[in-house]
Nanobody, 124 residues
Framework: QVQLVESGGGLVQAGGSLRLSCAAS????????MGWFRQAPGNEREFVAS????????YYSDSVKGRFTISRDNARNTAYLQMNSLKPEDTAVYYC?????????????????WGQGTQVTVSS
């Protein structure tokens, strides 16, 4: 049974930082690209960042580029999203996802497994 479990969300003031973690089990972690998506109330789920199975290529949405950093530790079966200089518009539920094949797609439809999400709230 595949499980992706996010943690690290919470309430932070604008300009602050959070680090999200996504612990994976039940799959061969190194065979999957990992992505982070987010969904704010009333909005569609949107791509945030992704990293290939090797960790050698990363992709970011324009809205987070330069502020967020995605990484992975294949030995720990864990992906991370370091979020700096947070803005109120970053407020959303953040989901991690695993993509078989490992290329780091920006499309949610390409991801096979999803976590339950973690809430990030940025106050102004």
């Amino acid at each position: 049974q595949v499980q992706l479990v996010e943690s690290g969300g919470g309430l932070v003031q604008a300009g602050g930082s959070l680090r999200l973690s996504c612990a994976a089990s039940g799959l061969t972690f190194s065979d999957y690209a990992m992505g982070w998506f987010r969904q704010a109330p009333g909005n569609e789920r949107e791509f945030v960042a992704s990293v290939r199975w090797t960790g050698g290529a990363e992709y970011y949405s324009d809205s987070v580029k330069g502020r967020f950093t995605i990484s992975r530790d294949n030995a720990r079966n864990t992906a991370y999203l370091q979020m700096n200089s947070l803005k109120p518009e970053d407020t959303a539920v953040y989901y991690c996802a695993a993509e078989a094949g490992g290329y780091g797609s920006i499309r949610s439809m390409d991801y096979t497994y999803w976590g339950q999400g973690t809430q990030v709230t940025v106050s102004s």
